[in-house]
């Protein structure tokens, strides 16, 4: 398949436009996701269509803890990856992507539409565990069917593409979570081969359109763990995205190519702290022997309005249309 986004330049050169590297190919050569190649003068996909993983998750996997709490979404996530971060803890389908003709099945916007109206309990389709950037081509007239069938779409992604391609996707896409690795360019070019200013350009775009917006943040020892940078992004987004926007402060595993140990959980409670004097609703992910910083609590009356054990999820002060049951604060979640 032709891919959607790039243009043509002499020589039979090609320029992808679909995300801030802008790869520029020679006829034979591929993009740095290795999903988009140069066939004599056309950039082609080495992914078209193609599902690596699937599956019926809760929505508080994704993570989204204010988007349909209790839910479940219809996931799905191809091969390849515009960054190359070093941890990546899905590395196997980010990091290796199978040649166009592996023979690998071509999977249409209908067949996966059609599935998610067929499972039971399923809300929608997200579209995650590789990055979904470098499956626009189905994600997009997936997203915009489903959204014809009533659909939810839930984008999870590192944030990284450009303008163009993103507003295309705010009008269909619902909800999103984007992760945040750290607030500091040199991170982000030596640990990921990205940058940071676009991601942060992108979350204001989505706020700013009025999308549901979650934060992820995985916190790695030694890496991205500094207090003074973390209270840096902290500020950041209680001044640019607001203080309601919900942030996932993760626990790190090692994985991929980083051997660092996990996060120690005193730090996670730590940064979380910090986080909560900015913001309203700061969450600890990935720690699984613990409910702490899993619950959502009222900020304006201090009430438990849900309730998390692992992805047990409990909706408990929270009317239908995701206000406080007590104090009315809200919304808080979205419901319908
Ligand atoms: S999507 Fe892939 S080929 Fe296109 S600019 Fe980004 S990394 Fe390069």
Not at 21 to 41: F, P, Q, V
Not at 69 to 75: F, Q, T, W
Not at 119 to 148: C, D, R
Request: proline share 6%; with cysteine; aromatic share 10%.
């Amino acid at each position: 398949m032709e891919a959607l986004y790039y243009r043509q330049l002499e020589n039979k050169v090609v320029q992808c436009t679909l995300c801030p590297h802008e790869c520029k190919l020679k006829s034979g050569s591929i993009g740095i996701c290795k999903t988009r190649y140069n066939d004599n003068g056309v950039m082609k996909l080495t992914n078209s269509g193609v599902i690596a993983s699937s599956g019926l998750d809760p929505i508080e996997k994704k993570p989204l803890y204010h988007f349909f709490p209790g839910s479940k979404i219809y996931s799905i996530g191809s091969y390849g990856c515009n960054m190359k971060c070093s941890f990546c803890q899905n590395y196997e389908i980010s990091q290796y992507v199978p040649d166009g003709n592996s023979g690998l099945k071509e999977n249409l916007p209908q067949d996966i539409v059609n599935k998610a109206l067929f499972l039971p309990q399923n809300i929608g389709i997200a579209y995650t565990y590789n990055e979904p950037t470098v499956f626009f081509e189905l994600m997009y007239p997936t997203a915009k069917l489903a959204k014809s069938k009533n659909l939810k779409n839930v984008m999870v992604s590192n944030g990284y593409i450009n303008p163009d391609p993103l507003h295309e996707l705010i009008d269909i896409i619902d909800a999103f979570n984007i992760d945040l690795k750290a607030f500091n360019n040199e991170f982000y070019r030596k640990q990921t081969g990205g940058k940071l200013v676009p991601v942060l350009r992108n979350l204001k775009a989505i706020k700013k359109n009025g999308n549901h917006l979650e934060i992820s943040f995985l916190v790695i020892p030694n890496l991205n763990d500094s207090t003074h940078e973390a209270i840096e992004m902290f500020k950041w987004i209680n001044e640019m995205l607001g203080s309601d926007t919900p942030l996932h402060i993760n626990r790190y595993y090692p994985a991929y190519k980083l051997n660092e140990p996990p996060t120690p959980p005193e730090k996670l409670i730590e940064l979380r702290e910090y986080a909560m004097q900015y913001l309203k609703f700061v969450y600890i992910g990935n720690l699984h022997f613990s409910d702490i910083g899993t619950n959502t609590v009222c900020p304006s009356c201090n009430t438990t309005l849900i309730e998390r054990h692992g992805y047990n999820t409990k909706i408990k002060m929270v009317d239908s249309k995701g206000y406080c049951k007590i104090c009315g604060y809200g919304p808080i979640v979205v419901l319908s």
